[in-house]
């Protein structure tokens, strides 16, 4: 079963940056499709990024051009590279590993808050 562990959420005044990183065990990674969701207080959860195992990547056109979702397949790790925050972006942002449509796993949860 995908274990998904991720890190490097945190408290950034906007116009700032973060960088999250999920990284997956028990699995051959290079196989995933890997995403980036996320979920505001009272709002359903969205897709923010998606990058697929032929590294084909996929952006909400809310983050287009501010965000990245680079992967790493030898380290079993996949980023969100988030630059010019805003306050909207403030959510608790998941990993999810899936093959198509189908999802195999999820993250913890990281938050992340624009304040300033």
């Known amino acids: 079963q995908v274990q998904l562990v991720e890190s490097g959420g945190g408290l950034v005044q906007p116009g700032g940056s973060l960088r999250l990183s999920c990284a997956a065990a028990?699995?051959?990674?290079?196989?995933?499709?890997m995403g980036w969701y996320r979920q505001a207080p009272g709002k359903q959860r969205e897709l923010v990024a998606d990058?697929?195992?032929?590294?084909?990547?996929n952006y909400a056109d809310s983050v287009k051009g501010r965000f990245t979702i680079p992967r790493d397949n030898a380290k079993r790790t996949v980023h969100l590279q988030m630059n010019s925050l805003k306050p909207e972006d403030t959510a608790v942002y998941y990993c999810?590993?899936?093959?198509?449509?189908?999802?195999?796993?999820w993250g913890q949860g990281t938050q992340v808050t624009v304040s300033s």
């Open positions: 028990k699995t051959v990674f290079s196989l995933l499709d």
């Open positions: 999810c590993a899936h093959q198509g449509a189908r999802i195999d796993a």
């Open positions: 990058i697929t195992r032929a590294a084909s990547t």
